[in-house]
Structures are given as C-alpha cells and as structure tokens.
C-alpha cells in the first residue's frame, strides 16, 4: 500500500538546538499532518498542513515549531530552539483528501525524539 | 480531557480465539476509525465508520458503532500471532482537521 517514509528514524540533540524532522509523504497526497506521542500516553495532533498552510494547530503547536514543504518536497517540522518536553515519537501522515477523517490518512514509522 | 478512549489497558487471547476492544468517547462525530500500532512502527488504519453507520467489517474485523451510548467495538476472529499489536480508537469530533486518538489498548495474542 501506500508509503509515507520518515526520515531520520531517531535524533538526539541538545536542548535548546534547532532540529527539522523530514517526512515524504505518499506522492499524489495533498493534506499532510504531524502527531506526538509520547512514550506510553496517546497520540496527539500537532498540525495539519494543505496548499501551502497551516490548516489547524493544537495548542502543543507551539510557537517553536513550523512546518512547511517548499516546493513538493519533504514536509518537514522544525523544533527551534528544541526543549526537554519536546522528546516524543513525531508521526508525519498524509491524505488524499481532507476532512479529518474523511479520507484515509497514511502514517509515517515516526521519528524518535530525544532532547538531552 | 480525552475526547476518545478505549476501555481496556491491555487484553490477551490464544491464537485462534476471538476478542473484542471497546471504545466509548464524549462529542458528536462524523464517524470514528480504528487503527492499529505495531510495535515501532506508525498507526495503520482498520476501519472507518461513519456516524450513520452501525456494523463494518474488513476481513476478520467487524466495527461496530452506538451514536446514543456513544461507543464503538472492533471484534478480531480468529485471531493471529500477528494481530498482536496496540488498537486505537479515533475520532473526529466534528472537527474538520484533526483526529483525536483514544490511548490504545494492548492485545497480545498468544500462540
């Protein structure tokens, strides 16, 4: 089935660095949204992202984080400066069509987060 | 608050047997999806339900959905080593661009 890659699949950084974590969504998708899950609590929707904007943000959006794809390429998420809570699991997901859950979303393996 | 949740931490079955995950959850909906999370890898989708639906099956999943108790069950038959995994509920809330996910509930089943 469809593919959404993540890359890179763990980082580990110094709090108060900046970092970007990449996701290559499924080729034809057009909404595309990250998630954060820390260890053992439930996922949580950070963002969703269509024609070039910011859709929607949770409040755990904060004002640290972008998001942007220049161009068809990677979506990516960009922490700066990055924060002890900000250590998670970061999901990337990506649909065909919009509408929450309208459309299939096609998540990503994640990327493993970790901020010393 | 946890607009999605499921009712049980973890469940265990033997391989070949049948179970079933329940999720209750606290907001209208447009419809409500189960995903599956295996172990280091991101959500998959199981099934959709929309809010004028009652019963959907996939295969061996059956989802089920209660819009007066506002609650949804999947059911597994004949279970597999594979299906081992964490099952989350997710809904929309009647938003039109976020899905809020229930904590997930643990099956593992046993061979």
């Known amino acids: 089935g469809p593919k959404v890659l993540q890359i890179p699949s763990h980082q580990i950084i110094d709090m108060g660095q900046m970092v970007t974590l990449n996701c290559d969504p499924v080729?034809?998708?057009?909404?595309f949204y990250w998630y954060k899950q820390i260890l053992g609590q439930q996922m949580e929707f950070l963002v969703n992202?269509?024609?070039?904007?910011?859709?929607?943000k949770s409040k755990l959006f904060k004002d640290q984080f972008s998001v942007e794809r220049p161009d068809g390429s990677y979506f990516t998420l960009k922490i700066q400066p990055t924060a002890l809570e900000d250590s998670a699991v970061y999901f990337c997901?990506?649909?065909?069509?919009?509408?929450?859950?309208?459309?299939?979303?096609?998540f990503g393996p994640g990327t493993r987060l970790l901020v010393l | 608050s946890q607009l999605a949740e499921e009712n049980s931490w973890a469940l265990s079955v033997h391989e070949g047997e049948s179970v079933t995950v329940n999720c209750s959850y606290k907001?209208?909906?447009?419809?409500l999806q189960w995903y599956r999370q295996k172990s280091g890898k991101g959500p998959a989708q199981l099934i959709l339900?929309?809010?004028?639906?009652r019963e959907k099956r996939n295969g061996r999943l059956r989802a089920t959905l209660d819009t007066s108790s506002q609650s949804s069950s999947l059911s597994i038959t004949a279970t597999r080593c594979e299906d081992t995994a964490v099952y989350f509920c997710?809904?929309?809330?009647?938003?039109?661009?976020?899905?809020?996910f229930g904590d997930g509930t643990q099956l593992v089943v046993k061979p």
């Open positions: 992202f269509y024609n070039g904007k910011v859709m929607e």
């Open positions: 997710a809904t929309d809330a009647g938003s039109n661009n976020r899905i809020f």
């Open positions: 907001t209208s909906i447009t419809a």
């Open positions: 339900i929309r809010s004028n639906e």
């Open positions: 080729s034809n998708h057009l909404y």
């Open positions: 997901a990506s649909s065909l069509g919009g509408g929450a859950l309208q459309d299939t979303q096609y």
